[in-house]
């Protein structure tokens, strides 16, 4: 027996473990949009994202059932995490993965600040493409997805030293990366300025 | 929350560690997916049985009416639609006045950049608007349309003059839906119950079936996919047989296959919904 009904709890029936485990259409909203980016930054093409993120909410709906309730988000960016990856595995034996370009930039704000936002976007995607699976998997979810360490550390199912290391050293390699790409960028990639 | 190990502690990057990699990141967060592309995400889980529609198991007890009307959107955006492709290969002559009531749709709702894209949804929620009762506003509309709620109100207003068809005909599609999601189903739908004998797939379990094995084993998906074909070669979702079917022959690495059947799609759907993908596909 509950120690107690608040007053203001839901009916008795609907909770036996319910209170942390959202319904499948809560996950579809609450994070959908999020998972379909990290997908993306995970290396997944724009055009494939809606698959492979259908995929994700397919494997959602099929083990949600046995999801123990501890840590949502570890666990959807950890099945994020392996689409991607399987994705990357089956698109390699087919061709290599393409980075493709990126989404028209939403109705012109103002040019130049759109503009600079793309080549950052690019470039970030292409210091991305440079780290090896772990790294950009532990980068991903922590800088751009705001996961916890811990979250990370479930989500990729590794111990939370190791993740620590992991983002440190991708942190590193992708500060370096990218300062080279805006030196590169600003020796040869003026052009469309002329 | 903090992490058990309590040494363990790691700021995010901040600005002043790399001011350009900062920024990027910043821009790199704000690309989320539209919310057609969630629609689009959200109708085609729906196919497979999969319903991600606010509420889903308020079913039981009686919803007040704005539950229900996103529950009819969500169950019903499945039916409606395979009903619309039905429709529209079977008697090509009624989607005239559903295109022209799209049209004005799409002009209701702007953007004509955007029209060439929209107008394909559009035109299919309108055709399934023809299979809906009329006293429910528009359950074609998908969630797109939930989500961006400032559009609204065109789709019932331009469908009504078209004669709506007689409901007990959108049940079946509605119907082989609902079956189809029961293997599948978490326990926490309780009409699934009920095992059916089923003597051969329904379309909806084969595709789903076909689009679960796609990125595992390529081989399957195709084969599935043939055997939709087989069985249903006339059925509502030879759309999406063929999104999966092309899907698997890239995965598969036979791209000449690609080429072909994604010109033949093209042929066979030229406003398709799905057109985008498979031309994505196809390059």
């Known amino acids: 027996m509950p120690p107690f009904y608040g007053v203001d709890e839901p009916p008795a029936e609907a909770s036996t473990q319910a209170a942390n485990v959202p319904t499948l259409a809560e996950i579809f909203q609450q994070h959908t949009p999020f998972l379909w980016r990290a997908l993306i930054n995970l290396g997944v093409p724009a055009a494939e994202a809606q698959d492979q993120c259908q995929e994700i909410m397919i494997t959602v709906h099929r083990r949600l059932a046995s999801f123990d309730g501890a840590s949502l988000r570890g666990w959807l960016y950890g099945i994020c995490v392996r689409v991607a990856s399987d994705y990357r595995r089956s698109a390699r034996v087919r061709r290599e993965v393409l980075t493709d370009a990126l989404p028209e930039a939403s109705d012109s704000i103002d040019l130049a600040e759109s503009l600079d936002r793309e080549r950052n976007a690019r470039r970030l995607r292409t210091a991305l493409e440079a780290l090896d699976e772990p790294k950009r998997a532990a980068f991903v979810l922590f800088e751009i997805e705001e996961l916890t360490l811990a979250e990370v550390s479930e989500a990729v199912g590794a111990p939370l030293q190791t993740v620590y290391s992991r983002i440190k050293a991708a942190r590193e390699q992708m500060r370096r990366t990218f300062a080279d790409q805006a030196v590169n960028d600003s020796k040869g990639g003026i052009s469309e300025a002329g | ?283």
């Open chain 2, 1 to 283: 929350m903090k992490p058990d190990n309590g040494q363990i502690d790691l700021q995010r990057l901040r600005s002043t560690d790399a001011p350009e990699l900062y920024r990027a990141i910043g821009a790199v967060k704000q690309q989320l997916p539209d919310p057609q592309q969630l629609a689009a995400l959200a109708a085609s889980l729906s196919q497979m049985g999969i319903s991600v529609a606010p509420s889903a198991q308020a079913s039981t007890a009686t919803p007040p009416s704005a539950t229900r009307l996103k529950l009819l959107i969500g169950a019903g955006v499945v039916g409606p639609i395979a009903l619309a492709l039905l429709l529209w290969q079977s008697a090509p002559q009624s989607t005239a006045p559903a295109a022209s009531a799209s049209a004005a749709l799409a002009q209701a709702v702007g953007s004509p950049e955007e029209s060439g894209v929209r107008s394909n949804e559009v035109s299919q929620r309108s055709a399934s608007a023809l299979a809906s009762d009329s006293a429910v506003p528009s359950p074609s509309s998908s969630a797109s349309e939930v989500a961006a709620t400032d559009h609204r109100p065109p789709p019932v207003a331009s469908a009504e003059p078209l004669k709506p068809v007689p409901r007990v005909v959108a049940a079946p599609a509605t119907e082989s839906v609902r079956s189809a999601t029961a293997p599948a189903a978490r326990n926490a739908n309780p009409e699934t119950a009920a095992p059916g004998v089923v003597a051969r797939p329904t379309e909806v379990a084969l595709l789903r079936d076909a689009r679960l094995a796609l990125n595992g084993s390529p081989n399957e998906a195709l084969a599935l996919a043939e055997q939709h074909r087989a069985l249903y070669p006339r059925g509502a979702m030879v759309q999406e047989r063929e999104l999966i079917a092309i899907s698997a022959l890239a995965r598969l690495g036979r791209h000449s296959a690609v080429l072909a059947r994604a010109a033949q799609f093209e042929r066979d759907f030229p406003t398709s919904p799905y057109r985008k993908q498979v031309n994505a596909l196809a390059q």
